[in-house]
């Protein structure tokens, strides 16, 4: 049980375009789930918590209007990456918490992998 | 603002000893604490949750909580290459889980 998938799991897209990665949770409902951003050999960095129906509350320093959260359902969050640069090239990950569930246990999705070139 | 600590490694132990990963906590009110793991490349994942002060065993691995303390640690016995990795712990922040940095963990055949 609580299984996350990540959709894509590795894309490549030009400088200027945007991106939009689909999170899921498999076998559970999630009202809240969490983004993500990894460099290499660095710690993870919390960018942003989403909560089903409502807007998605930032971490200080990430750009909203870059990166666009929307958790439509129980089961779906995406995060679009508008205008992507190569600096935004990175490793993404979502996370979810199992709203039956009373701990606060967060299961993560497998990660999707951007490279902007 | 809540901070977990860890001893950022590498932690080098030859297969088949025990190593042993530490985390302190600065919550003193949290009731529940995790471990992840995460390889290199892929994303962590959730490999045992303690509520409670004491031990808590699953197969390898036993976590040990210390809340007097504020200090949670993972023992991996009979360490294994495939162990390698670096090990998250975290415990509830406002919303999300407050990580530490992780600590690297290479396990020498």
């Known amino acids: 049980g609580a299984v996350v998938s990540q959709h894509p799991s590795r894309v490549i897209c030009k400088s200027g375009t945007s991106v939009k990665i689909e999170c899921r949770s498999l076998?559970?409902?999630?009202?809240?789930m969490f983004w993500y951003r990894q460099f290499p050999k660095q710690s993870l960095m919390l960018m942003a918590t989403s909560n089903e129906g409502s807007k998605a509350t930032y971490e200080q320093g990430v750009e909203k209007d870059k990166f666009l959260i929307n958790h439509a359902s129980l089961t779906l969050s995406t995060l679009t990456v508008t205008s992507a640069h190569p600096e935004d090239s990175s490793f993404y990950i979502c996370?979810?918490?199992?709203?039956?569930?009373?701990?606060?246990?967060?299961?993560f999705g497998p990660g999707t992998r951007l490279t902007v070139t | 603002q809540k901070e977990v600590e860890q001893n950022s490694g590498p932690l080098s132990v030859p297969e088949g000893a025990i190593a042993s990963l530490n985390c302190t906590y600065s919550?003193?009110?949290?009731?529940?604490f995790f471990w992840y793991r995460q390889y290199s490349g892929k994303s962590p994942e959730l490999i045992m949750s303690i509520y409670s002060n004491g031990d808590k065993e699953d197969g390898r691995f036993t976590a040990q909580l210390n809340k007097a303390s504020q200090y949670v640690s993972l023992l991996i016995r009979d360490s294994q290459p495939s162990d390698s990795a670096t090990y998250l712990c975290?415990?509830?922040?406002?919303?999300?889980?407050?990580f530490g940095k992780g600590t690297r963990l290479s396990v020498i055949a």
């Open positions: 076998d559970f409902q999630a009202t809240t």
């Open positions: 996370s979810a918490r199992d709203r039956d569930r009373a701990s606060y246990e967060q299961y």
């Open positions: 975290a415990f509830p922040g406002n919303t999300p889980l407050v």
């Open positions: 919550d003193r009110g949290s009731q529940s």
